[in-house]
Each structure stands twice: as structure tokens, then as C-alpha cells.
């Protein structure tokens, strides 16, 4: 399996926020993340950077 990991940046440190996210869709100022499972997150923010090997998704939230 593929799926990512999702991370927010705060304090400068990565706090997971999903597991096993499979959806990721901007939404004006916000972040819509679905995993596997159809656990859905939103995050207020902005992609920072999507690592493909590691499976690595991190958000810089705003405030």
C-alpha cells in the first residue's frame, strides 16, 4: 500500500494529525484529508511540502 502520512508543523515540530490518507483537496484556507477508513480532517492551512518516498504529507498550519 501507498498511503501518506499526514503531519502539521507547529512549534516547529511534526504532530501527526492522519494516518493512511489516501484524499487530500485544498479548500480556499483549509486542508480536506481522508484516510482509508473514511476518517476525515481538516486542517487550516497550507501544504509546506509532500514527501513521495517517505509517504510524507506536511501542512503548515496557519492561524
Given at each position: 500500500m501507498c498511503e501518506s502520512?499526514?503531519?502539521v508543523i507547529r512549534n516547529g515540530q511534526e504532530e501527526k494529525v492522519l494516518e493512511d490518507v489516501v484524499f487530500l483537496k485544498p479548500e480556499g484556507d483549509q486542508i480536506v484529508l481522508r484516510n482509508?477508513?473514511?476518517?476525515?480532517?481538516?486542517v487550516?492551512?497550507?501544504i509546506?511540502?509532500?514527501q513521495f518516498m517517505d509517504h510524507k504529507i506536511l501542512l503548515r498550519e496557519s492561524t
Open positions: 502520512h499526514a503531519y482509508l477508513f473514511g476518517d476525515e480532517v481538516t487550516k492551512g497550507e509546506a511540502e509532500i
